[in-house]
Each structure stands twice: as structure tokens, then as C-alpha cells.
């Protein structure tokens, strides 16, 4: 599966951003989904997740509460609505997808897309 992830920007602390990863493939509804984010000098880390049919999710606990993950298999597309955002969540976001044969959350992820840059002013 390839994956092409945009929506990102520039944005004030307080506002918010919607992601959009779309991904290629017929056997997208297999895949459970997942965005991660690297701020700069800082490692990667795990943003949100959902399952093949959406009935699972799973965030992190600094964007739980303003991060929404969903998916749209019928348009091969899962997003990120991102809101109050704060200056920390300025990073470049990956989507990643998992193969799964169960409807549930990976903790590793085999195909990784491009990044999407979102920066928060404050």
C-alpha cells in the first residue's frame, strides 16, 4: 500500500487542522491506520491509531480529547482532526498502515508514507 499524507500548514495555537492520509490499494479496508509525528531533535512517537473497521481507536495521552482519528474505506482515506492546537504539537505527521487480520490496533506499523508538516505559532 502506498500512502500520501497532506493538509498540513501553519496555524495559530488555538486553532485547528485536518489531516488526510489517502492510500492506494483495493484491500485498504484490511489495514489498521495509524499517525505518528517527529518534532525537530526529538524522536518519533505514536499520535493515533484505528482499526480496519474504525471500531477501535486508540491516542496518545497528550492529544486525547482534541485529536479525532477516523476513516473512510470507501474513499481509501483515513484523517486526523487536529483541535487546540498547541505550539508542542508542531511536527511533521506520518500515516502508516498495518495489515491486520483481526479488527485491531497494531503496535507496529509496515507501510509509511511521506510527512506532512504542521506548525503552530503562538
Known amino acids: 500500500v502506498q500512502l500520501q499524507a497532506s493538509g498540513g500548514g501553519l496555524v495559530q495555537a488555538g486553532g485547528s487542522l485536518r489531516l488526510s492520509c489517502a492510500a492506494s490499494?483495493?484491500?485498504?479496508?484490511?489495514?489498521?491506520m495509524g499517525w505518528f509525528r517527529q518534532a525537530p531533535g526529538k524522536e518519533r512517537e505514536f499520535v493515533a491509531a484505528?482499526?480496519?473497521?474504525?471500531?477501535?481507536?486508540l491516542y496518545s495521552d497528550s492529544v486525547k480529547g482534541r485529536f479525532t482519528i477516523s476513516r473512510d474505506n470507501a474513499k481509501n482515506t483515513v484523517l486526523l482532526q487536529m483541535n487546540s492546537l498547541k505550539p508542542e504539537d508542531t511536527a511533521v505527521y506520518y500515516c502508516?498502515?498495518?495489515?491486520?487480520?483481526?479488527?485491531?490496533?497494531?503496535?507496529?506499523?509496515?507501510?509509511w508514507g511521506q510527512g506532512t508538516l504542521v506548525t503552530v505559532s503562538s
Open positions: 490499494g483495493r484491500t485498504f479496508s484490511s489495514y489498521a
Open positions: 484505528i482499526s480496519w473497521s474504525g471500531g477501535r481507536t
Open positions: 502508516a498502515a498495518d495489515q491486520q487480520n483481526d479488527d485491531d490496533i497494531p503496535f507496529d506499523f509496515d507501510y
